[in-house]
Each structure stands twice: as C-alpha cells, then as structure tokens.
C-alpha cells in the first residue's frame, strides 16, 4: 500500500511549492514557527530555496513543560543547515500566567492554549516587521483536524498542506532532512509523552492509506477495509474526523439575511 506514495515526482513537487511561496509572498518576509519536526524542517528548507536568507524568521518556541531538548537541538540543526535567523522564546511564562488567571484545564484545552499562544507570538511578530506566517501543516494533520483551531491552524499559507505526511518523509529525506529528524516518532507536543500513535491508535502509514483511498479515490469505507486490510474501527475513526472536523478548514459561517429585511424597500441598481 505504501508504493502509491512513492510515485510523488520530487523534482517536479518542490518546483510547485517553491513558485507557490514566491507567487504569494512576492516581496514581504516570511515567519514560520521551528520545532524541529519532520514538517517545520521540510518548511525550512523549502523557504531556503525560495527566499533569501534576509527574508525568513523561525521562532523556536519551546515550553519547559513539555519540550524535550532533543526538539530544540534539532530545530537549530536545522536553522544552521539553511542559514536560517531565528529567535529562542520560550512560551512557559505565558502558559503559567494564562493558567494561573484562568484555573487548569484537561489535557486538551491546555495543549491547544500552548498552540494558541504560539500562533499569538507569530502574529506579533508579523504584525511588528511585515512578515507573512508561513504554516507547516500537511495534507494528513488538515484533513482529520488534527490541529488547533486558532493555534496551529492560524496561518496565511501552507505550502506543504497538499502532501500527505508520508509524501512529507519522503521529500524530506529527497531535500536532505537528518534521518534523525526524519524519523522521530510523530507528536504535536502539547502535553509531556503526548504521540500521535498512541492518541489515535495508529500511525501515518494506516492514516494516509485510509485518507488516500477516501479522499483521492471516494472509495466507501467498506471497500477501503476490505482492500487494505486496516481495521474495521481504524477506518471508520478516520473517516469520522475527516467528516468531524470539516469546521476546521472553513471560515466561520455568517448568518444571511434578505435584502429586503436590512433595506426595506429600496430598489438595488
């Protein structure tokens, strides 16, 4: 099942990107959040190709909480690989302060207030210089709504959102990204020993194989287990937070209200 993935053509993949990114950005500066994970060093290095190192920012926000140093060691691996400016800003302070006012939460809602806090931090600073934020988000994370809402989700562009995470491993490892960083167990690191396996039961190999034939091929959910052979109650759990989580790509709806109840009878010209 894993061979359909490897049909990305990469030459031709990174080309798209890299005229996607010059097309919008144009000639403002670009800012992106660095973790050290496979996405953001993938983004990293696309941004090298397209933009001059004067023009991009990485902020390398860590909370003492729940980053291991390994990550922070790795996202300055990658910012000395491609020349990269970055700014260290731990968000602990911010994440104790806003618990402190606030009271404790779940796991969740205190995971997804360190995504939003981030997203806040960005923003800041692409207000402060005229940057564009520039998301690290793929195919795979966008399409089962695994993101904060407002957090990580809260970007201007996502260069690599059409790749499923696995097209992501392998254009990393096509662009030069360390088999270390490559091949880090997946995580959003919102809350200490938190991994995308054990969230949601499975890895990406099952995911991607469950959206590819869903979302590229509209195969029914029976035939999507009966052709790969996946679990029963894998397939369904993805296939339901790809329907659940459809909100997350949408903007807000707007309540619609009849010309006629908001300007009487004036006739439009």
């Known amino acids: 099942m894993f061979e359909v993935f490897k049909q ?6 990174e080309k798209h990107i ?25 983004l990293a290095a696309l941004l090298a190709k397209a933009f001059e190192k004067e023009r991009i920012l990485a902020l390398i926000m860590p909370d003492s909480y729940v980053t291991p ?30 618990l402190r006012k606030l009271g404790r939460a779940n796991l969740v809602t205190e995971g997804n207030l360190r995504a939003r806090i981030r997203m806040i931090i960005l923003y800041y600073f692409a207000n402060a210089e005229n940057r564009i934020v520039i998301g ?19 970007v201007d562009l996502l260069p690599i959102g059409y790749l499923y995470k696995t097209q992501v491993k392998l254009l990393a490892d096509y662009l030069g990204i360390p088999k270390k960083i490559i091949e ?45 052979g996946i679990e029963e ?16 790509l949408r903007s807000p ?8 109840v908001l300007f009487g009878s004036i006739k439009r010209i």
Do not use: C
């Not at 990550?71 to 806003?98: H, P, Q, R, S």
């Not at 109650?233 to 997350?248: E, G, T």
């Open 253 to 260: 709806p707007i309540a619609k209200i009849p010309y006629e």
């Open 69 to 98: 140093k390994e990550d922070i060691d790795d996202a300055m691996t990658i910012a000395n690989m491609y020349n990269i400016k970055t700014k260290d800003i731990g968000i602990t302070d911010f994440v104790e302060l806003f």
């Open 136 to 154: 690290s988000g793929d195919r795979s994370e966008l399409a089962i709504g695994y993101f904060t809402k407002y957090g990580d989700g809260g």
């Open 18 to 42: 890299i005229n996607f990114l010059r097309n919008k950005v144009r000639n403002h500066k670009v800012i992106f959040g660095l973790s050290g994970g496979l996405d953001s060093s993938t």
């Open 233 to 248: 109650n894998k397939v369904k759990k993805i296939v339901n937070m790809v329907i659940r989580n459809k909100h997350k």
């Open 8 to 13: 990305i053509d990469f030459e031709n993949t």
């Open 184 to 228: 880090k167990e997946s995580s959003p690191r919102l809350w200490p020993g938190q991994t995308t396996r054990e969230e949601l039961g499975m890895g990406y190999d099952e995911i991607d194989i469950i959206l590819y034939y869903y979302l590229d091929l509209k195969y029914k959910v029976d035939d999507i287990i009966r052709i790969t």
